[in-house]
């Protein structure tokens, strides 16, 4: 089960001292109900299926994958445009907070989640962390394939 609140992050001070990641991610299926999502991170692939969102929890099956299997899903069979983006991991005060800078089509978003034991259970937020969009499914990636983010009208 993942259990995952998303915030927008307010300024970058969240890279002082971090070396980002670079995913790219693409989607084989971005249905509402369940999405089939193929990332490449760094030197590993994976295979994630995830159920529909129900408040801020949904199921999640991930699978590692050969690279090469990953990059002929992305390049050749997952729908575009294709996520790419920076992540960032940061500890705060006993939390994990992965902040995604996206590139490209939905360059300008940078989005911070925090995964969770519970619904319920409470945490401090570093001070670049905004406005919370956990119900906003515009945010979610497999929304920003749809409707990139600069596409938005803000």
Known sequence: MEIERKFLVTNSD???????????????NSDKNRTVRVRINSNKA????????????????????????????????CEKPIIKKLRYLISFQGNLWEVDEF???????????????????????????GKEVSDDSRYFNSSLIKTPFKQWNL
């Open 14 to 28: 969240f890279k002082k001292d971090v070396i980002p990641s670079v995913i790219s991610q693409g989607y084989l």
């Open 103 to 129: 590139l490209e089509e939905n360059e300008g978003l940078t989005v911070a989640e925090i995964e969770l034991k519970s619904e319920e259970e409470v945490f401090n937020k570093p001070d670049w962390i």
């Open 46 to 77: 994976f295979i994630t299926i995830k159920s529909k969102t129900v408040g801020i929890s949904r199921e999640e099956f991930e699978y590692k994958i050969p690279v090469a299997d990953a990059e002929m899903m992305i390049n050749n069979i």
